[in-house]
DNA sequence: TCGGTTCATGAATCCAGCT
DNA sequence: AAGCTGGATTCATGAACCG
């Protein structure tokens, strides 16, 4: 039976929703039925990855690797473990607002049969993303490749779901300005990082470093979006969401984790509103129509535009619209047609002319923008 | 119907296969009806994605982007998709000789689904491989990460199979003496190397780099063994076989990619014996028994063995055992006794002294195997 | 001939908001 | 709900072109 252990909350809200910023002990499937439909921004899963792990595995030196043979990681087939997935992923899509997305995290023994479990369940695949590891441990018998990498899944919850969120703009300068790739480098979980017991051994055997779950989090949610993890474990997505400023949901089973977990976060101190504002383009700045422009005399009816290179001219009308050779329209329609294409920028298409340089118009715009509309003569 | 095109033959063999290092004309599935069971050493399958794509892509530019959207890569359905990779899988089962390797390339559009599918026909999956390329194709909408990658599956026919080829130190010494990772850097197939046709348009859409195969064919054959690409293409497979001294089997359905592919490999040269010797490590190396240092006099009968440390010391005895403290046995297995072990290497575990310092007994094996044993006094 | 610039292109499930 | 419109959006590479 899941029962909900409420944290110090991050969000202070007219009806406060008792689930919130809190780990609910239980059942992954059973523990949902708490949440209402369509309640929360992101999930982030690491489910069981289902190893199928022969027998004791020994380093040259003999030593034994701890290897993840827990309970909770064993199914009997892989039908068992399709049906396990099938039921925590149909849990997690009612939960899921529709321009929400999710992450599932696994390794080649799982991530294929849940690949395709979410496909079949209508989840619209964004990207893969792979997790390259710095430090992975070696293959030790010298028969395959280093295991260096683990996959993770992003997908929103429909197919034709356009509403989710993807800071593309805080990504790309977050990486020397050019798009973030489908590759990512991270160290694996170790060193102060690295939850241990008063017996010195690891709490968790796979905690993720938190480095990941921060680009997880940057990439795909805002401040103040509700963060589901239905496999939370020692709550790394949790201490993350807290400090990046996201309300968290965590789902757990083993009452030691769950102590683990609520003792991190209650740790973790939230970055302020500063640092958390990030890198927006365009897309984020208010509009400003062409005509703001004309009407506040940085561009005069009758004035002439060029392209940047003189190929093409037009005369400002009094509306805010175009006209060139006969055709007429608003600066994109006729930045278009003049070049026989579909779409045109016609902000950057069209230049102004200024003491004999061309300038592009986005440069009034820019000035409309500052505030300096004014100041305009 | 598929019919057998036969080229310039790598293999002279007292009975030839009419198969062999040619282009089986024909659908996959069908055309496999040709080949016997259990007769190749390794596959490569480059399969139809099962691209979904919505309309027309522009790049900021305008430009259009030429994508793939040929007739092969049309599926009604996921569940038509699966039938297609069941019988493509099956079939390739079926040829594949029970120490034979796989290798399925794909990305997040099937890769998962071609992977569960392996699981459920009961490959065994050694690797997922990721190919991350240099210069992968932008996200131009921002509305993704840069998808920079493709998956690889590398997988043995069955769960306990030992016998597939991983050359294990040539991949290592390739990869400046550390294990060789799962994650893989290459550029795209582009250049000289992309084949174009008379209207200087590339003849495949999709045409894989030479160097992806070459890694491939490189670290899961052995020279002389046959690779079989069910997908052949342009024959990439075809050609990196050939230069490595491997024989190939190709089956495509279309003339056009069969003429290029006969064009290309005829063109190639296959490398000779000494560019193909790979670094063999200890493994390939002639297994020399303990009991040969003794009859060699390299280890004399009566001498005292250590441990690096002197903690632990044993006997030679006349027959190649050693025995300490009441205990006898193999190198491997003293060694293992007095550490309380399972298992031991006793060659680097037992030291010999030489002028008061003591050596691994592996440098004298070393010394055997350099031809230099009866110069030893 | 050399160096700088422009241009084409690659397995891609690629827009958001308002009327 | 479907359609319209504003206007935002790309990296590495190699060939072609130019001065």
Same mark, same amino acid.
């Given at each position: 039976?899941?029962?909900?252990?409420?944290?110090?909350?991050?969000?202070?809200?007219?009806?406060?929703?008792?689930?919130?910023?809190?780990?609910?002990?239980?059942?992954?499937?059973?523990?949902?039925?708490?949440?209402?439909?369509?309640?929360?921004?992101?999930?982030?899963?690491?489910?069981?990855?289902?190893?199928?792990?022969?027998?004791?595995?020994?380093?040259?030196?003999?030593?034994?690797?701890?290897?993840?043979?827990?309970?909770?990681?064993?199914?009997?087939?892989?039908?068992?473990?399709?049906?396990?997935?099938?039921?925590?992923?149909?849990?997690?899509?009612?939960?899921?607002?529709?321009?929400?997305?999710?992450?599932?995290?696994?390794?080649?023994?799982?991530?294929?049969?849940?690949?395709?479990?979410?496909?079949?369940?209508?989840?619209?695949?964004?990207?893969?993303?792979?997790?390259?590891?710095?430090?992975?441990?070696?293959?030790?018998?010298?028969?395959?490749?280093?295991?260096?990498?683990?996959?993770?899944?992003?997908?929103?919850?429909?197919?034709?779901?356009?509403?989710?969120?993807?800071?593309?703009?805080?990504?790309?300068?977050?990486?020397?300005?050019?798009?973030?790739?489908?590759?990512?480098?991270?160290?694996?979980?170790?060193?102060?990082?690295?939850?241990?017991?008063?017996?010195?051994?690891?709490?968790?055997?796979?905690?993720?470093?938190?480095?990941?779950?921060?680009?997880?989090?940057?990439?795909?949610?805002?401040?103040?979006?509700?963060?589901? #993890?239905?496999?939370?474990?020692? +709550?790394?997505?949790?201490?993350?969401?807290? %400090? &990046? !400023?996201?309300?968290?949901? *965590?789902?757990?089973?083993?009452?030691?984790?769950?102590?683990?977990?609520?003792?991190?976060?209650?740790?973790?101190?939230?970055?302020?509103?500063?640092?958390?504002?990030?890198?927006?383009?365009?897309?984020?700045?208010?509009?400003?129509?062409?005509?703001?422009?004309?009407?506040?005399?940085?561009?005069?009816?009758?004035?002439?535009?060029?392209?940047?290179?003189?190929?093409?001219?037009?005369?400002?009308?009094? #509306?805010?619209?175009?006209?060139? +050779?006969?055709?007429?329209?608003?600066?994109? %329609? &006729? !930045?278009?047609?003049?070049? *026989?294409?579909?779409?045109?920028?016609?902000?950057?298409?069209?230049?102004?002319?200024?003491?004999?340089?061309?300038?592009?118009?986005?440069?009034?715009?820019?000035?409309?923008?500052?505030?300096?509309?004014?100041?305009?003569?």
């Amino acid at each position: 039976m899941a029962s909900v252990l409420p944290l110090s909350g991050l969000r202070q809200s007219p009806e406060p929703l008792s689930w919130l910023n809190s780990i609910i002990k239980g059942d992954c499937v059973a523990a949902l039925e708490a949440l209402p439909d369509q309640s929360v921004d992101v999930i982030f899963a690491d489910p069981p990855y289902n190893l199928q792990l022969g027998g004791m595995l020994t380093r040259p030196d003999q030593s034994l690797v701890d290897a993840v043979d827990d309970e909770w990681d064993q199914f009997a087939s892989f039908e068992a473990y399709d049906a396990f997935t099938r039921a925590w992923l149909l849990a997690c899509r009612r939960v899921l607002k529709p321009s929400g997305s999710i992450w599932v995290i696994g390794s080649y023994h799982n991530i294929f049969r849940v690949g395709a479990m979410m496909q079949d369940l209508n989840f619209w695949i964004l990207n893969d993303i792979v997790w390259r590891k710095t430090n992975p441990m070696p293959n030790f018998k010298g028969r395959r490749f280093q295991n260096a990498h683990e996959t993770m899944i992003w997908a929103s919850r429909d197919p034709k779901a356009k509403g989710y969120t993807f800071n593309y703009d805080a990504m790309k300068a977050a990486n020397d300005d050019v798009q973030m790739r489908s590759d990512w480098l991270f160290p694996i979980c170790s060193g102060g990082e690295r939850l241990k017991g008063e017996d010195g051994k690891k709490v968790h055997p796979t905690q993720k470093p938190e480095a990941l779950l921060a680009r997880v989090i940057m990439a795909s949610s805002k401040p103040g979006d509700i963060i589901l #993890d239905p496999f939370f474990g020692t +709550g790394t997505t949790g201490a993350v969401a807290k %400090r &990046l !400023g996201r309300n968290f949901v *965590g789902i757990e089973r083993e009452q030691d984790y769950i102590d683990a977990a609520a003792a991190r976060i209650a740790a973790v101190e939230p970055l302020g509103k500063t640092e958390l504002t990030v890198m927006t383009g365009k897309k984020a700045e208010p509009r400003v129509a062409f005509n703001v422009l004309v009407e506040s005399g940085l561009v005069k009816p009758g004035q002439v535009l060029f392209d940047q290179k003189r190929r093409f001219s037009a005369i400002v009308r009094a #509306d805010g619209t175009l006209a060139s +050779g006969g055709e007429a329209g608003s600066i994109h %329609r &006729l !930045g278009a047609r003049v070049q *026989g294409f579909d779409a045109c920028n016609g902000w950057t298409f069209w230049h102004y002319e200024d003491e004999g340089q061309l300038k592009p118009i986005d440069d009034l715009r820019a000035r409309i923008r500052a505030g300096l509309g004014k100041l305009a003569d």
